[in-house]
């Protein structure tokens, strides 16, 4: 068993991937997601559960469910090997841990180096490609481990009728900015926030084409008035959160914009990260519900 830390200084638009393999081909996933490696290890199964789910196992004090990524990706086991790794991860406040087959090692690249994959190839629909990055001059697939997730146990990602619970609102005329590359969790999160009220929302598909915009409006007069609030995922190609984030902190006109981190992400050492470089509140995905709290507390703020 390796534990892995976070190295990347705050704010850099850097990703480590950590590559891995199944069935020969090369997979990558953000170092930021792993807290350890281990051993293959004996799974009890689980009556009734997903295809891909093995079961669940108890390393230490911890009950992990292991989810089977060759199975998921291909369809097929193939042959357990006393080889085999298991990734422990931790996103989302879940720990889950997914087989593999190898662990190659992990690369340094920029966030401006990842690049969206083609709609061609996910049958005109969002796949669970992050992204497509080049390490050591070999193409790697950076999953989407949210979404594999999310499509194996539907209950663990945004919840739109945590919405109804805050009850009764009122119609809200400010402009929200969300930076979010994911053509799903985009769809959920305007879906919420319109009926929790916030019908005025600019959406972009990454860290950089909301600071372009941003810049773009950013001598108007009227700057607060059409930017009154920034929501930005941390995992972005191009241009990642935290770099997106300590750019709108660190200019003197955007700076007094709130800006909420809405990730997957968001455990101590990343709250840390995001705190240093000047985001207003930082949330884990699921929490629809807060979400929407925080944004009428920032902006309330914004008021007095």
Request: proline content about 3%; some cysteine.
């Amino acid at each position: 068993m390796a534990d892995t830390e976070i190295l990347l200084e705050s704010g850099t638009n850097e990703i480590e991937i950590m590559q891995f393999t199944i069935f020969g081909e090369l997979y990558g996933i953000n170092v930021a997601k792993v807290r350890e490696i281990m051993m293959a290890d004996k799974v009890k199964p689980v009556p009734h559960s997903h295809p891909s789910v093995e079961g669940i196992f108890k390393p230490r004090d911890i009950l992990l469910t292991v989810i089977n990524l060759p199975k998921y990706l291909t369809g097929q086991c193939g042959d357990s090997h006393d080889r085999d790794l298991f990734i422990i991860t931790n996103f989302n406040k879940m720990n889950i841990a997914f087989r593999v087959h190898t662990v190659v090692g992990i690369s340094r690249i920029s966030w401006e180096d990842i690049q969206k994959p083609d709609k061609t190839l996910s049958n005109g629909e969002e796949g669970v490609a992050t992204g497509i990055a080049s390490c050591s001059g070999r193409l790697v697939t950076i999953l989407d481990f949210e979404k594999i997730v999310t499509e194996i146990a539907p209950e663990t990602g945004i919840q739109v009728d945590d919405i109804d619970k805050l009850g009764e609102r009122s119609m809200r005329d400010e402009h929200i900015i969300l930076a979010e590359d994911s053509i799903l969790l985009t769809k959920m999160i305007k879906d919420s926030l319109m009926r929790a009220g916030y019908v005025n929302l600019m959406n972009f598909n990454n860290g950089r084409e909301a600071w372009d915009h941003l810049n773009r409006i950013r001598n108007d007069s009227d700057f607060h008035d059409k930017a009154a609030l920034l929501i930005t995922d941390i995992e972005m190609p191009e241009m990642d959160g935290h770099r997106l984030t300590k750019l709108v902190k660190e200019d003197e006109v955007m700076k007094s914009m709130p800006v909420i981190i809405f990730s997957s992400l968001i455990n101590e050492e990343m709250w840390r990260k995001g705190k240093q470089l000047g985001a207003d509140e930082q949330l884990s995905k699921p929490e629809i519900g807060r979400l929407v709290e925080v944004m009428d507390e920032l902006l309330l703020r914004k008021e007095i």
